[in-house]
């Protein structure tokens, strides 16, 4: 297999708002407790041995500076090669919810242009999978294809995922949204490097557009063939699939797919003392991070580090992110609680199924 350089896109936004991601990128959105959603690109590629990641960073960025660091937890803090932040532009007249901007690619040649790199393999973040990238990269060589897209099969109706209109395994057109049975675009595609850079030079006057929107024209000429993943992905847009998708991993038979022990997903080390389970706990069907402190009831939730349930108190349900409070009496129930939170003694937060109650960040 021919040496890859990664390119991990975070600077793009979902058609819908939320509190959740007006103080983080989607990129940095905590999941199953103590992972980011950029962790799962970021091992995906270190797993099957890119040792050079650029990361294309948000107007927004601390958390996701703060999270990855110099790439330590993925062994990318290397003398060659190793984690780059690169600078992100912002969207132009492209829809709202692009993932590959080609004016990101243009600001950034440099990267591009100094690599000795074969192939470029990039992914976006919002999509949550566990996958060995190596047999993409092989059936990729093995094509003889100008550019490889991984698509899984669309599980329903999605206005947020771009699908491809297929000839065998051959792209014939796009569509954004997709219904049922469609092959819907995973947000990750391998490419030659010196065709990339072709690309930019021929697509410099339209760089305000996604590169796959560029491309709509050209898909007699230009070779594009779909790669079909057959295991679980996780798509997040919105609040309803990030609450949805975190409520899957409830599932022990998903979390053995998703987190094998041969292609393990590295996060951020926070060296947490384990979870403590005080007297009159009662906890079942639930995700707990390490530092947890637990004294009240806690069922079908995932909590992320540090979070305290006192005595009395109740959590169903629901998302309890790092280092929040759950005073005695107070109940919270369907509803995603992020970071920072003090739940006042004999408080409710409830949502309900249909309607997830969020309660934003606490400030500092």
Same mark, same amino acid.
């Given at each position: 297999?021919?040496?890859?350089?990664?390119?991990?896109?975070?600077?793009?936004?979902?058609?819908?708002?939320? &509190?959740?991601?007006?103080?983080?990128?989607?990129?940095?959105?905590?999941?199953?407790?103590?992972?980011?959603?950029?962790?799962?690109?970021?091992?995906?590629?270190?797993?099957?041995? &890119?040792?050079?990641?650029?990361?294309?960073?948000?107007?927004?960025?601390?958390?996701?500076?703060?999270?990855?660091?110099?790439?330590?937890?993925?062994?990318?803090?290397?003398?060659?090669?190793?984690?780059?932040?690169?600078?992100?532009?912002?969207?132009?007249?492209?829809?709202?919810?692009?993932?590959?901007?080609?004016?990101?690619?243009?600001?950034?040649?440099?990267?591009?242009?100094?690599?000795?790199?074969?192939?470029?393999?990039?992914?976006?973040?919002?999509?949550?999978?566990?996958?060995?990238?190596?047999?993409?990269?092989?059936?990729?060589?093995?094509?003889?294809?100008?550019?490889?897209?991984?698509?899984?099969?669309?599980?329903?109706?999605?206005?947020?995922?771009?699908?491809?209109?297929?000839?065998?395994?051959?792209?014939?057109?796009?569509?954004?949204?997709?219904?049922?049975?469609?092959?819907?675009?995973?947000?990750?595609?391998?490419?030659?490097?010196?065709?990339?850079?072709?690309?930019?030079?021929?697509?410099?006057?339209?760089?305000?557009?996604?590169?796959?929107?560029?491309?709509?024209?050209?898909?007699?000429?230009?070779?594009?063939?779909?790669?079909?993943?057959?295991?679980?992905?996780?798509?997040?847009?919105? &609040?309803?699939?990030?609450?949805?998708?975190?409520?899957?991993?409830?599932?022990?038979?998903?979390?053995?797919?998703?987190?094998?022990?041969?292609?393990?997903?590295?996060?951020?080390?926070?060296?947490?003392?384990?979870?403590?389970?005080?007297?009159?706990?009662?906890?079942?069907?639930?995700?707990?991070?390490?530092?947890?402190?637990?004294?009240?009831?806690?069922?079908?939730?995932?909590?992320?580090?540090?979070?305290?349930?006192?005595?009395?108190?109740?959590?169903?349900?629901?998302?309890?992110?790092?280092?929040?409070?759950?005073?005695?009496?107070?109940?919270?129930?369907?509803?995603?609680?992020?970071?920072?939170?003090?739940?006042?003694?004999?408080?409710?937060?409830?949502?309900?199924?249909?309607?997830?109650?969020?309660?934003?960040?606490?400030?500092?």
């Amino acid at each position: 297999m021919k040496s890859t350089l990664g390119i991990i896109t975070t600077n793009y936004a979902g058609r819908t708002s939320s &509190v959740l991601t007006q103080v983080r990128p989607l990129a940095s959105l905590p999941y199953a407790g103590r992972y980011r959603l950029v962790d799962f690109p970021l091992s995906n590629m270190v797993n099957a041995g &890119v040792r050079t990641v650029g990361l294309v960073m948000p107007s927004n960025y601390r958390s996701i500076i703060d999270h990855v660091g110099s790439g330590k937890e993925w062994m990318l803090d290397r003398k060659g090669g190793g984690l780059f932040m690169l600078p992100g532009s912002a969207f132009g007249t492209s829809r709202a919810g692009s993932r590959f901007l080609l004016r990101d690619f243009v600001q950034n040649r440099i990267i591009l242009e100094r690599s000795d790199d074969d192939y470029v393999l990039v992914s976006a973040a919002n999509v949550v999978y566990n996958m060995d990238y190596r047999l993409l990269l092989e059936a990729y060589e093995q094509s003889g294809a100008d550019v490889m897209v991984l698509t899984c099969q669309a599980q329903g109706d999605n206005a947020d995922l771009v699908g491809f209109e297929v000839e065998g395994d051959r792209c014939r057109a796009l569509h954004h949204g997709v219904s049922y049975g469609d092959d819907a675009f995973m947000d990750c595609f391998v490419i030659r490097r010196e065709l990339l850079l072709q690309m930019l030079v021929e697509h410099e006057q339209v760089d305000y557009l996604d590169l796959f929107e560029a491309l709509e024209k050209d898909y007699g000429r230009i070779d594009v063939r779909v790669y079909r993943y057959k295991g679980y992905a996780a798509p997040i847009f919105d &609040v309803v699939s990030y609450y949805r998708h975190n409520m899957e991993l409830l599932s022990v038979e998903l979390q053995d797919e998703l987190f094998p022990k041969d292609r393990s997903i590295m996060t951020k080390a926070h060296d947490n003392p384990p979870v403590s389970y005080r007297r009159g706990a009662h906890v079942r069907n639930s995700i707990v991070s390490g530092g947890c402190r637990l004294a009240g009831n806690v069922s079908g939730s995932i909590l992320g580090r540090g979070v305290v349930v006192e005595p009395g108190a109740t959590v169903l349900n629901s998302i309890v992110m790092q280092s929040c409070v759950v005073k005695s009496g107070a109940r919270v129930e369907n509803a995603i609680v992020d970071r920072g939170n003090v739940i006042p003694a004999g408080t409710e937060l409830r949502g309900t199924t249909d309607e997830i109650l969020i309660k934003e960040k606490a400030q500092s």
